[in-house]
């Protein structure tokens, strides 16, 4: 709707004339409009109309058909072009009357393409860019666009690869108000907020005041990387402030974009890097050709690029001819405001993008386009600002120094492209020849830096001879000074009295001890340090007294034991069921069921006291207090022993009795095997909460932060810990204590603790075996390790940046890979153990101890009885009452010999050939293999007959 408004307004201008030569009658005339604002780029436009009309070979265009140029007689006067109205006056000259441009060139700002590109596209008419690189261009669709130069979006990305390349994150960025300067390096923008690039200063800069404010903002902030993104001669304005505020001092690295090092233009600051467009010199005929129609032997950018741009149209029409299209648009006229749009604009613009390309450009290569009309083979040379070489000359010029590729054009993958830079031939501002600057305002560069450590596994290590350090934070130091570039020196030694740091109480005042102190005043005036490097945890109450940076790793508190810990042999375990409490009991009511049967039995009428038959004197005997507390005991053991309670009475108690020790012996064989399985499956320390138990040894270091953790833990079962919680002055002294059994866990940060147990192997001499050591339990007390400095340290924020910079690109992550990845040992790699334990001499000692003492009990009390009977055999019994003794005898009758017949005292002993004995009870007797037992015998009489 634009195009005709503004046409409606217009008045027929006066045409521009047609360059090249003239064309013969019987000829097809394709017009192709020039919207171009310098001489150079116009003289190449004609050059390049000669050259696609040329006969031979290399002709593309069939034989009857002749380009020819139109572009207005004072086309100077795109110069002075700014607004949509000015781009109509000229664009109108080029599509009136019969001479009506089927393409159009053009144009030379990417301001002037997206104003142009409302009427090209209006008509349907291709718009071919050469030098507008404006991301907006191309991305409308039914708009037939096509450009021979890379994209502002594509310029972008090749810089987002350069600082990828050298690790730059913080920068300024300074650009133009225009839509070159605010879209140009959108996707830049884009790529470095997401990859969390810090650009400290953004300024969009149009005036001088601009200007200046932007550069003391970014030199205040010690800013190292300057990206400027704007025209010519905006970009050479800044430069010059710069140069004038004497802020090009070493260490200082410019930017600029195509739009400086693409123009005849030389900034007075060399060492600037930038990125135009590539070029490929060939021997092919083309640029042969245009190299000797301009008559020099360097060709520059924008002129190789409209000539290509030409190549490409022609290649385009070739191929819209073929199939048999007609290309004739209709004239426009500007007077009356009517439109005529050109049906086959989008057609031809297809054939330029997609068809089989008949043009080889003046790189030496068949260009190639993504479907929105963007070359999809992007190159850009990377090149530095340089001084002569010879002495005596003052001149500067642009230097190649690096190469950059993407294959995939718009579709952008860091993968798939390819940037190289040959550093050793780069000239940095300030500097000269050398080593790459880095993108940081470097307070420690020139330092020499007191680091004090503390040797632990593997964040530092000590070699005693050789007297050098390694482990991941001497890997971090490594970092710093080789990998980020900064040019500080160093001197690392070891803290004097081998703590980390904590609070102890020195004639009557309290002071930091270890690494704290020593940042603190030297431990009370010795050698103080600017920084620690070191496995020292960050927490609350030294964050008081010093500065940490941000942690470099995150840990949490685990606890270090032996694999196949078992619990401490008990020999009294299968006590352990009943509490002594229990056991108690259980004597008290064997003793007193014993006093009750004894009392009842001997006053009861029915009890074995008062037995009815007066001869039955041993069942009067036998529930005297002794054989009561005989089966007591007897039947607490599940024995059936004899006499039994005759009276009611006794047996109502024996019932009792006898259900009470089935509860028990039930409840005690139940406790019994449910204590035998849990202590099976506690045999392993698995966590904080066996330690608590108490039946463990286990140790941490003193003064320490693990330490502080017990004793200011609001867990009151882990504040009691402390009493029970021993101290060891190192992590080896530590770990050596676990590994002889004199601890039976050690209790440290999980990073060290971690690394301990995939290094120790269970036999020394067997690489990659069994590990003899592993952490139990979760985590606890999470915290992380940090560098630490003195509460005033300049180098505070500094090395804190660095450090998340390290953790942000993985270098943290392949220094704590390079150490704990690989062991001495296979964790992995678990020791067999059975399901089940079976029961041995530790846990059913105690059975047998009680066996031995009863014999030799038993010994003692058989002495006693031969030593008695020894000295009164028959007591204080008469014959007479021996001989009432119930015989229980066995009569063995052997062929011819004698009888021998005893009765239990030994009384009455007959020797006679062919005995007799009958009496009370004969009738009970058994028969067994010719053997006669008698029982139940009072008295007998000796006959001589033979049984």
Request: charged share 20%; net charge negative; with cysteine.
């Amino acid at each position: 709707m634009l195009f005709s408004a503004v046409l409606s307004l217009l008045l027929v201008q006066q045409l521009g004339g047609e360059n090249g030569a003239v064309a013969s009658e019987d000829k097809q005339k394709v017009y192709l409009g020039a919207f171009v604002e310098y001489e150079a780029d116009l003289a190449a436009f004609d050059i390049a109309l000669d050259y696609q009309n040329l006969p031979g070979a290399n002709r593309i265009l069939p034989d009857n058909v002749e380009l020819v140029g139109h572009y207005p007689a004072a086309h100077s006067r795109l110069a002075n072009v700014t607004n949509s109205l000015e781009v109509s006056h000229q664009f109108c000259a080029m599509v009136s009357g019969d001479r009506a441009v089927t393409a159009v060139v053009g144009a030379s700002t990417s301001d002037i393409s997206l104003k142009l590109v409302d009427f090209t596209g209006a008509l349907r008419i291709p718009l071919i860019g050469f030098s507008a690189t404006t991301p907006h261009l191309g991305s409308t669709p039914h708009i037939p666009f096509i450009r021979v130069v890379p994209s502002d979006s594509a310029q972008s990305r090749a810089i987002f690869d350069l600082f990828e390349l050298w690790n730059w994150e913080r920068l300024a960025l300074l650009t133009s108000t225009t839509v070159y300067g605010t879209d140009g390096l959108r996707e830049f923008e884009r790529e470095a907020f997401q990859n969390a690039y810090q650009i400290r200063s953004l300024w969009r800069v149009e005036t001088d005041e601009d200007i200046d404010a932007a550069i003391a903002t970014t030199f205040s902030l010690g800013i190292k990387v300057i990206l400027i993104h704007a025209e010519e001669q905006l970009t050479s304005r800044i430069l010059q402030k710069a140069v004038d505020a004497d802020l090009t001092s070493d260490g200082h690295v410019f930017i600029v974009t195509d739009a400086l090092t693409t123009s005849s233009t030389i900034p007075p600051l060399p060492g600037l890097l930038g990125f135009r467009a590539a070029s490929r010199e060939n021997t092919g005929p083309a640029l042969a050709y245009l190299k000797e129609r301009l008559g020099k032997e360097h060709v520059d950018v924008y002129e190789r690029l409209v000539f290509d741009a030409v190549g490409q149209f022609a290649s385009g029409l070739r191929r819209t001819l073929d199939q048999g299209v007609a290309v004739n648009p209709s004239g426009v006229d500007c007077s009356t405001g009517n439109k005529a749009v050109f049906r086959q604009g989008l057609v031809l613009q297809q054939n330029m993008v997609t068809a089989p390309n008949l043009y080889t450009s003046l790189d030496g290569v068949t260009m190639k386009f993504d479907s929105a009309g963007n070359p999809a083979n992007v190159q850009f040379d990377i090149v530095n600002l340089q001084p002569s070489p010879v002495d005596g000359d003052d001149s500067l010029s642009w230097q190649k120094v690096g190469f950059y590729e993407s294959p995939v054009g718009g579709q952008y993958s860091a993968n798939s492209s390819t940037i190289f830079v040959n550093e050793t031939n780069v000239y940095w501002v300030g500097r000269g020849f050398g080593e790459r600057p880095s993108d940081r305002d470097n307070i420690v560069n020139g330092q020499h830096l007191q680091i004090v450590t503390l040797h632990e596994e593997p964040f530092m290590m000590y070699d005693e001879e050789t007297g050098e350090f390694s482990g991941i934070c001497k890997g971090m130091l490594d970092v710093l000074q080789h990998d980020y570039g900064f040019n500080f020196t160093y001197e690392l030694f070891l803290v004097e009295d081998g703590n980390f740091g904590g609070v102890e109480i020195v004639d009557g005042e309290s002071r930091w001890n270890g690494m704290v102190g020593t940042l603190i005043d030297g431990l009370g005036g010795g050698r103080r340090a600017d920084m620690a490097v070191a496995s020292l945890t960050i927490n609350h109450e030294r964050s008081k007294v010093i500065s940490f940076t941000e942690p470099y790793i995150d840990l949490g508190l685990t606890i270090l034991v032996k694999r196949g810990t078992t619990t401490p042999a008990n020999h009294w375990g299968f006590f352990e069921p009943f509490t002594a409490e229990l056991w108690g009991a259980i004597a008290g009511l064997i003793i007193l069921y014993a006093l009750c049967i004894a009392f009842v039995e001997h006053f009861s009428p029915q009890g074995r006291r008062q037995a009815t038959d007066p001869d039955d004197k041993e069942a009067a005997r036998s529930m005297n207090l002794p054989n009561a507390i005989w089966l007591a005991s007897a039947s607490f053991v599940a024995l059936g022993v004899e006499p039994i309670p005759r009276s009611l009475a006794g047996r109502l108690l024996t019932i009792a009795y006898f259900f009470a020790l089935l509860i028990l012996s039930a409840t005690f064989t139940a406790n019994l095997a449910a204590f035998l399985v849990s202590t099976q499956d506690s045999d392993d320390i698995s966590g904080l909460a066996d330690l608590k138990t108490g039946k463990w040894a286990y140790a941490t270091i003193g003064n320490s932060d693990p330490y502080s953790y017990f004793e200011r833990s609001s867990d009151s079962t882990e504040r009691a810990m402390v009493g029970k919680l021993r101290t060891v002055g190192s992590t080896d002294e530590g770990i050596q204590a676990v590994v002889d059994d004199r601890l039976d866990a050690f209790i440290w940060d999980s990073a060290v603790l971690d690394y301990q147990a995939v290094n120790v192997p269970l036999d020394p001499e067997e690489e990659g075996g069994q590990c003899l050591m592993q952490t139990a339990g979760r985590l606890f007390s999470h915290s992380g390790y940090g560098l630490a400095l003195p509460r005033d340290s300049p180098f505070a924020e500094f090395f804190s940046q660095q450090v998340l910079r390290m953790r942000g690109d993985g270098r943290m992550l392949q220094l704590r890979n390079q150490y704990f990845s690989q062991g001495k040992c296979d964790p992995d790699l678990d020791v067999e153990i059975s399901d089940t334990t079976p029961m041995g001499w530790d846990n059913m000692a105690g059975i047998f101890y009680i066996y031995f003492w009863t014999m030799a009990a038993a010994a003692v009390v058989l002495l006693l009885e031969i030593l008695y009977f020894k000295f009164y055999p028959k007591g204080s019994r008469t014959p007479e009452e021996a001989e009432e003794d119930p015989i229980d005898a066995v009569i063995v009758p052997l062929k011819n010999n004698p009888v021998a017949l005893s009765n239990r005292s030994g009384v009455g002993l007959l020797s006679a050939k062919g005995a007799e004995a009958e009496g009370d009870g004969m009738d009970n007797r058994e028969e067994n293999n010719g053997h006669i037992r008698l029982r139940g015998m009072s008295r007998f009489e000796k006959k001589s007959s033979v049984i």
